[in-house]
């Protein structure tokens, strides 16, 4: 049989046209593998990051309920091997506890509670970083949601509002569960509740702690301006706040309460967020923490969240 050069061009043709063919399913069965190997060394990595964050919040369990109280910080007890931490911050400052994990502790008597609402603090800490001349509308409708009616205030919010603008929920009528809740109000939105959602815990507040507060918790609470707040912050930054006296001197403002002593402490409630990753975070852990002991448990997690 004679093959002719039309032929010899075909089969070079077919030959080209095969060994591109499994070239190409060789490229993509090599990055099908090398995504599936990413994709393991992703979840081998998450799976690591669970059990140190969940390792890592048993330590700072033990350090805090076992450790010495005072009004700005957690001193873990003589003699704890169990970490190196010298110093738990109860002001929300990330401080490095193993090699990549972090941890924050947040007093809530530092915070603006959205158990025991301080209403006019609220009020101030939305105009602040909202930039809003009214902020009242907010904070009854916020007031609505809770309470168990379904009376309206005068600039607030219940059901018939909701079911009017075709929302598909209406107020719980009982305490939130979780800060996230509150952007649904009637006035409040997203880009606001990101603005304000730092400063607010769903933990209960015993009284005020203005040395475990933020700037913008500060100014809020005691209605203050800046001038006044670099006094405050000047003070602090070498000791704490002890006293309505010491406060009055500083800022020209006190803390009313019927309880002496109540005030310029933590309260038994802690915000706790435990990172892990370095540079890039993996997983996190937030829980709300009460360090009180009763008949039946030496303390109490009163809410957890883990991303």
Not at 102 to 122: I, P
Not at 297 to 304: A, H, I, K, N, T
């Amino acid at each position: 049989m004679n093959f002719t050069s039309n032929d010899n061009g075909s089969a070079t043709l077919l030959t080209m046209l095969m060994a591109a063919v499994i070239i190409t399913v060789g490229l993509g069965f090599n990055w099908l593998v090398k995504e599936h190997l990413k994709a393991s060394e992703g979840l081998k990595n998450k799976a690591e990051a669970i059990l140190k964050a969940r390792s890592a919040f048993d330590t700072i369990l033990y350090l805090v309920l076992n450790g010495q109280v005072l009004q700005r910080e957690i001193v873990p007890a003589a003699g704890s091997e169990i970490s190196e931490l010298k110093r738990l911050p109860l002001d929300g400052e990330r401080v490095l506890l193993f090699d990549d994990i972090y941890v924050q502790a947040q007093d809530s008597n530092g915070m603006l509670s959205l158990v025991n609402l301080n209403t006019a603090a609220m009020e101030r800490m939305i105009k602040k970083v909202g930039g809003m001349d009214s902020a009242s509308g907010i904070i009854e409708s916020y007031l609505d949601w809770i309470d168990t009616d379904n009376l309206t205030r005068v600039n607030g919010a219940e059901d018939f509002y909701y079911k009017g603008q075709g929302l598909p929920y209406v107020p719980r009528n009982y305490a939130i569960q979780y800060k996230d809740e509150i952007q649904w109000i009637k006035g409040m939105d997203k880009e606001l509740y990101g603005k304000i959602e730092p400063y607010l815990t769903i933990l209960p507040s015993t009284a005020f702690n203005p040395n475990t507060a933020s700037d913008e918790v500060l100014m809020a609470y005691l209605y203050i301006n800046e001038d006044f707040l670099k006094v405050l912050k000047e003070y602090m930054s070498k000791m704490p706040v002890r006293s309505d006296m010491e406060l009055f001197a500083l800022t020209g403002r006190r803390i009313v309460s019927d309880m002496e002593g109540v005030n310029f402490a933590p309260s038994p409630f802690i915000d706790i967020t435990v990172s892990v990753g370095k540079p890039r975070n993996i997983y996190t852990i937030k829980a709300g923490l009460d360090t009180r002991q009763n008949m039946r448990s030496p303390y109490g997690v009163l809410y957890w969240r883990e991303e």
